[in-house]
């Protein structure tokens, strides 16, 4: 039985020897690259070949290593291995524009020969891509920056809002009523003035939608079906406007699916209601023993993330929006490049986007109050994580004309969220660069110099982790707080963390664990009786109980066993 990768070889074998025969020189490079390569040279000819590709209407080009440039023979190469290039992926992808990178990898073998194809895409329309900044071309085989004349055709490539196009033969009466109820009440809410109320209670339907922009000359355009359209008529618009959400076992089997249609302006709730956001605890200070109880994800971040893919994705190619939950993180993706390039800028204060997609729809979802500014919703939701101490979320450009994001339903480090709790001071970007560190991410060198000027990372790259004197501080602060005579619920605290830990204790167990936490001026006799005395008082409040009637035993256990992660 042939397997899987012997088909794909099979296949790949006759579309290289093609590329050899009848090659277009600025669309297919070939290089020998027996075992190393520079990745700013590969960078330069991902630049160039997606631009000429685009300049030529076709979606593709090829850079190919393992073949001499020229005589055309099959050399092998050695260059990386298979997870060496899927790494090569995101490298690219961090340095170009949009966050593009190669539409596939692929490992070929003639005979005994390795050959390595990368397929790169066109550039996006209206935007050549650059690499570090700078755009590249090809003058014949040669690696050129882009003419001027090149990048003013690739700029004024012709780009529309399909968001803004007019339904022919379409009316209002293709619209949920429900659904424009919403809209009137929510854009009141938005803009919370009695004159503007009045104003638009005074308006009938049609008159609303006009002065949003959405219906034009009584024809409705494509943001109206997506916000407010009846789903009895969604076959109007041109490509299947949907929603899909799937839940996946610790199989990573789907259990469960549903998919959603428009109105887009209430699919938001109902994709949530669907979402199993399960109770969550928590320690993000190692000086208190009370957990912090709240849900894996945050109602408004989900909300926020849906939303934007909302405002955003390309519908023209007929894509669905994606909601994949399983058992500790969430997974939301949709058609189309991602715009801003790089999530670094986007967390920077004043980041302006450099276009949006779908113009129209995305200035009704704000006067709407579905998406609080095209601009700012990633940093809100970034935020929304610092604020619980959990990971920053993970965007994944790997897939060409796709964006993904990653949200955590968990800690993965502890050291992280104990910074993040006791360096209140940090910016964003500061956060964001300790994610990675946390997540064993590479860091670029500025990006640790930062870090290391803050004190928050030790050691030297690529293993960096979190700074033990945060560690220290806090041990400090204990320390000092230890010489204090503490008030009876630290006493308590301890003495529940000891039973969580060891099942069960005795008083004289309890007496060896907060002797030298009490103030020094208690003789021996006295402490005794403060721990007899905190014991009683859990046991009335029924946080504690015996572990068995015989009152001499003097062993306790909790009454409920604590869950804290």
């Known amino acids: 039985m042939v397997d899987h990768k012997q088909n794909m070889n099979n296949e790949l074998l006759p579309l290289l020897h093609g590329l050899i025969r009848d090659w277009e020189h600025e669309v297919v490079e070939f290089k020998q690259a027996t075992n190393s390569y520079s990745q700013h040279d590969i960078g330069k000819y991902f630049s160039a070949i997606s631009n000429e590709a685009s300049l030529r209407g076709i979606q593709y080009g090829w850079l190919i290593f393992g073949v001499n440039n020229k005589t055309r023979e099959i050399v092998s190469t050695d260059y990386r291995d298979t997870q060496g290039l899927e790494t090569l992926k995101h490298e690219i992808a961090n340095n170009s524009t949009g966050g593009i990178t190669f539409i596939d990898i692929f490992e070929v073998y003639d005979g005994n020969e390795r050959v390595v194809m990368f397929k790169i895409p066109a550039a996006v329309t209206a935007m050549p891509t650059a690499w570090k900044g700078h755009w590249y071309g090809r003058d014949g085989e040669s690696l050129v920056a882009l003419s001027q004349e090149e990048l003013e055709r690739l700029r004024g490539q012709a780009q529309y809002d399909w968001s803004a196009q007019i339904i022919d033969g379409s009316s209002i009466g293709y619209l949920d009523k429900d659904a424009i109820r919403i809209a009137r009440e929510n854009y009141k809410d938005k803009h919370n003035r009695k004159h503007i109320s009045e104003e638009i ?134 058609p189309g490049s991602f715009i801003p390039g790089n999530v670094r800028d986007v967390l920077k204060p004043g980041y302006t986007a450099p276009y949006y997609r779908n113009q129209l729809l995305a200035e009704a979802m704000m006067m709407l109050d579905m998406i609080d500014t095209v601009q700012m919703g990633i940093r809100k939701i970034y935020n929304i994580q610092r604020s619980r101490y959990f990971p920053m979320p993970d965007y994944d450009f790997s897939t060409p004309k796709k964006v993904a994001v990653k949200v955590y339903g968990k800690l993965l480090d502890k050291s992280y969220t104990r910074l993040l709790f006791d360096r209140g001071d940090l910016d964003l970007d500061a956060v964001y660069l300790l994610d990675r560190v946390q997540k064993k991410l590479p860091l670029e060198k500025e990006q640790y110099k930062l870090l290391k000027q803050l004190g928050v990372i030790e050691g030297k790259a690529p293993n960096v982790y979190i700074s033990l004197d945060v560690a220290e501080i806090i041990d400090k602060r204990a320390e000092y707080t230890k010489n204090k005579a503490m008030d009876d619920q630290y006493y308590k605290d301890l003495i529940l963390n000891y039973l969580q830990q060891f099942g069960s204790g005795t008083k004289d167990d ?38 068995t009637e015989n ?6 256990r909790l009454t409920q066993p604590s869950d804290i992660i």
């Open 201 to 334: 209670d005074h308006m009938g339907d049609e008159d609303f939608l006009t002065k949003l922009k959405l219906v034009v000359n009584g024809k409705l355009t494509n943001a109206a079906m997506v916000l407010l359209g009846n789903p009895d008529h969604d076959n109007i618009i041109r490509t299947p406007v949907r929603i899909m959400w799937r839940l996946f076992g610790s199989d990573t089997m789907v259990k469960d699916y549903m998919e959603f249609c428009v109105p887009f302006i209430t699919v938001v709730d109902q994709v949530y209601s669907k979402i199993r956001n399960l109770t969550y605890r928590y320690l993000p200070d190692r000086t208190t023993l009370f957990p912090t109880v709240t849900t894996q994800y945050s109602e408004d971040l989900l909300k926020e993330l849906l939303n934007n893919c909302i405002a955003h994705q390309t519908y023209n190619t007929g894509g669905r929006i994606y909601f994949d939950e399983f058992e500790d993180m969430a997974v939301i993706s949709n």
């Open 510 to 547: 309890f007496l060896k664990l907060l002797s030298d936490k009490f103030s020094d001026v208690l003789d021996d006799k006295q402490k005794e009786n403060k721990v007899r005395s905190l014991l009683r008082a859990l046991h009335r409040s029924e946080a504690i109980e015996r572990t």
């Open 551 to 556: 009152r001499r035993s003097g062993a306790w």
